[in-house]
């Protein structure tokens, strides 16, 4: 990919506008998981309004078209535990009274288990062969994975990032990446929470005090961006 000024979109946010060299920049789609966003899986067994999460499907669906038809990166998330559990802490496992806990027969497999159906990403957003999954234990999308090393590889500087929820693995991975030395954007319509207020005070606490973990822009503001400045070589 090409690195010159033809590359560069600036992204209408909050707190200020951003600009981004697109061949440094990945796109990162946070859990869009089957056992979040549908009914019978984790986020069900929680006592969640599972329908809460589906507005962020549409527009992470078009950043995601138009970072294809750009050359961008594109990076998937996935939480969940080895089939054995060993990789799930038993203050995890054993946390609070859901219906199911993590590991547990549910109508999509065994709950938040690598390799059972609801572990899976939504049909909608399912991912390229081309394109990269991470499989992770926690709420951070840099703890006990790659992505660090998939990061440097291909000589990523910024991120884009989308998913669920807001304020849990969206926001845990935007502050392991603001401490690595990324600049973090956040699409505020491709974030949601099972609570609404969560969202929106997960939203604020990103670009608090000057972006003090990153900026925030709505899907349109970077469809835009990446529309006026010329697609990647």
Not at 2 to 12: F, L, P
Not at 135 to 141: L, N, R, T, V, Y
Not at 164 to 177: D, G, I
Request: aromatic share 6%.
């Amino acid at each position: 990919m090409a690195n010159s000024s033809d590359s560069v979109g600036m992204i209408v946010a909050e707190p200020e506008p951003i600009a981004l060299d697109w061949t440094k920049t990945a796109l990162v789609i946070i859990d869009m998981q089957r056992d979040f966003m549908e009914p019978g899986g984790f986020g069900e067994t929680l006592g969640n309004d599972v329908s809460q999460l589906a507005r962020a499907v549409q527009p992470i669906g078009s950043v995601l078209s138009a970072a294809r038809d750009a050359g961008m990166l594109v990076i998937h998330t996935r939480e969940g535990h080895l089939p054995d559990l060993s990789d799930a802490p038993p203050a995890k496992v054993e946390r609070g009274a859901p219906s199911l806990r993590i590991g547990d027969p549910g109508p999509m497999g065994r709950i938040l288990i690598r390799g059972e159906a609801g572990h899976d990403i939504i049909p909608e957003l399912y991912p390229l062969d081309s394109e990269i999954v991470i499989d992770k234990p926690g709420k951070g999308a840099f703890y006990a994975t790659e992505m660090g090393d998939v990061l440097q590889k291909y000589g990523i500087e910024n991120l884009l990032v989308c998913g669920v929820t807001t304020e849990v693995c969206v926001n845990t991975t935007v502050r392991e990446a603001n401490d690595r030395g990324y600049r973090c954007v956040v699409i505020s319509d491709g974030c949601a929470s099972y609570f609404p207020e969560f969202h929106e005070m997960g939203l604020k606490m990103i670009k608090a005090q000057g972006g003090i973990f990153g900026w925030v822009a709505s899907s349109a503001a970077v469809l835009e961006a990446l529309e006026t400045s010329k697609t990647l070589a």
